[in-house]
C-alpha cells in the first residue's frame, strides 16, 4: 500500500497545462502521416504524447480509483485528471462516451498505417502497439502486418489509390477515406511463394531503413521543383529507380506476370497520374 515513486516527464497540452505526469502515463502518439520519415514506425520521429493508463493496471483501474490507491501510486496523472475534469472533457462528446474519459482502451496488436491525405509520397507504415494513431491515419490490422505493409508500398498501389482518392483539398492532396481503402489493389499474399515473401521482404527491410522519398525520387527523376517541370514521366526507366523499391515492385510484377516493358508503363503511369493533380492544383489555386 506504499506509495510508488515513478521517473516524472514534464509536459505541455494544447490546453496550456504544463506539468509533470509519471511517464508509465504517456504514450508516444502519430498525428500527421508528415510525422511518418520511414516505412517503420521509429519513437525519435514522433513528437507528441497521449494520456492513458498503463496496461498493467487497466483492469484495476476501478479498485484503484476507490480505494484511493490511484491517487498514491500516482499523484501527478491523478492531479492531471482532476485539472481535465474541471476543463469539463468528462463531458465532452469524443470522452463522455469512454467508460473512463481519459482511458482509450487497450491498443490493438502491430499493425499498418495508411495516411488519410496524400501528397507525392506512397507510405503504408509498420507501427508497433506502443503507439496510438490519431484520426488522420487509418489502422489496417492483418495477420501478416508485415507482408501486407510491403505490399502496400507497391508502385502498382499508387495507381489505384490515385483512381479511388478525392482530390479535391488543397495543394493537390489526395484524401482517401477508410470506404476507400477497401478498394485498393493490393496483391494478396497467398499468391506469393515462400521464396517471393522472403525476397519482398527482404526489399521491405532495405527501404525501411532509409526516408521515403516523392514517389518521383522514388523512381529515379530528380527532386520535383516548385512546378514540376523537371518531372518526366517519358525520363523513367527502369535501371533508375531506387534499388530497394525495384526490388519490392520486381517481385510483384513477377507474381502479376508482367514484363519489362509493362513494369515501365506502370512506372511511367504513376509519375503522370500524380504529377497531374499536383500541376492541376496550381492551375486552379
Known amino acids: 500500500d506504499r506509495t510508488v515513486q515513478a521517473t516524472a516527464v514534464r509536459v505541455k497540452n494544447g490546453a496550456g497545462w504544463e506539468g509533470e505526469i509519471e511517464a508509465s502515463w504517456l504514450r508516444p502518439v502519430i498525428k500527421s502521416p508528415r510525422?511518418?520519415?520511414?516505412?517503420?514506425?521509429?519513437?525519435?520521429?514522433?513528437?507528441?504524447?497521449?494520456?492513458?493508463?498503463?496496461?498493467?493496471?487497466?483492469?484495476?483501474?476501478?479498485?484503484?480509483t476507490v480505494s484511493g490507491e490511484l491517487k498514491k501510486r500516482y499523484p501527478k496523472a491523478w492531479a492531471y485528471i482532476q485539472w481535465?475534469?474541471?476543463?469539463?472533457?468528462?463531458?465532452?462528446?469524443?470522452?463522455?462516451?469512454?467508460?473512463?474519459?481519459?482511458?482509450?482502451?487497450?491498443?490493438?496488436?502491430?499493425?499498418v498505417l495508411w495516411g488519410m491525405i496524400h501528397n507525392d509520397r506512397l507510405?503504408?507504415?509498420?507501427?508497433?502497439?506502443?503507439?496510438?494513431?490519431?484520426?488522420?491515419?487509418?489502422?489496417?490490422?492483418?495477420?501478416?502486418?508485415?507482408?501486407?505493409?510491403?505490399?502496400?508500398n507497391?508502385?502498382?498501389?499508387?495507381?489505384?489509390?490515385e483512381l479511388i482518392g478525392r482530390s479535391n483539398l488543397g495543394q493537390g492532396?489526395?484524401?482517401?477515406?477508410?470506404?476507400?481503402?477497401?478498394?485498393?489493389?493490393?496483391?494478396?499474399?497467398?499468391?506469393?511463394?515462400?521464396?517471393?515473401?522472403?525476397?519482398?521482404?527482404?526489399?521491405?527491410?532495405?527501404m525501411a531503413q532509409r526516408e521515403v522519398k516523392s514517389i518521383f525520387e522514388e523512381l529515379g527523376l530528380p527532386k520535383p521543383n516548385r512546378d514540376y517541370s523537371n518531372i518526366d514521366p517519358d525520363a523513367v526507366s527502369l535501371d533508375k529507380v531506387l534499388p530497394d523499391r525495384r526490388a519490392l515492385d520486381v517481385v510483384v510484377f513477377e507474381v502479376l506476370g508482367l514484363d519489362e516493358q509493362e513494369q515501365l508503363e506502370v512506372y511511367r503511369a504513376v509519375v503522370e497520374l500524380v504529377k497531374s493533380r499536383l500541376v492541376k492544383a496550381q492551375s486552379v489555386g
Open 35 to 64: 510525422e511518418l520519415k520511414t516505412l517503420r514506425v521509429r519513437p525519435e520521429d514522433l513528437r507528441y504524447l497521449v494520456f492513458m493508463p498503463p496496461d498493467a493496471i487497466r483492469e484495476k483501474l476501478p479498485l484503484l
Open 123 to 152: 507510405n503504408a507504415s509498420a507501427c508497433p502497439e506502443w503507439v496510438l494513431v490519431d484520426h488522420n491515419l487509418f489502422e489496417v490490422i492483418s495477420d501478416s502486418p508485415c507482408l501486407l505493409v510491403a505490399l502496400m
Open 84 to 111: 481535465g475534469e474541471e476543463q469539463g472533457y468528462h463531458k465532452r462528446s469524443t470522452c463522455a462516451s469512454r467508460q473512463r474519459w481519459w482511458d482509450l482502451q487497450q491498443l490493438e496488436t502491430y499493425r
Open 154 to 161: 507497391a508502385t502498382m498501389v499508387a495507381i489505384s489509390r
Open 173 to 206: 492532396a489526395l484524401k482517401t477515406e477508410g470506404v476507400d481503402i477497401d478498394k485498393l489493389h493490393v496483391l494478396n499474399p497467398s499468391a506469393l511463394t515462400s521464396s517471393q515473401r522472403e525476397r519482398l521482404l527482404q526489399a521491405f527491410e532495405q
